[in-house]
């Protein structure tokens, strides 16, 4: 089973991750940082 974490905050914004899986990530258009599709907060990370 693979597990994805993301620390949203320290996201710049590159698009690189969108690039590489459009079905599992997506820009924000409120502050520009991507956002894991399907995935729960949980103390700071977002894990699918």
Not at 19 to 47: H, M, N, P
């Amino acid at each position: 089973m693979i597990r994805i974490t993301q620390q949203r905050d320290k996201c710049i914004g590159c698009n690189a991750c969108v690039e590489a899986a459009k079905y599992r990530w997506r820009i924000s258009r409120k502050d520009g940082k991507c956002t894991l599709v399907g995935a729960v907060q949980k103390k700071g990370f977002t894990i699918f």
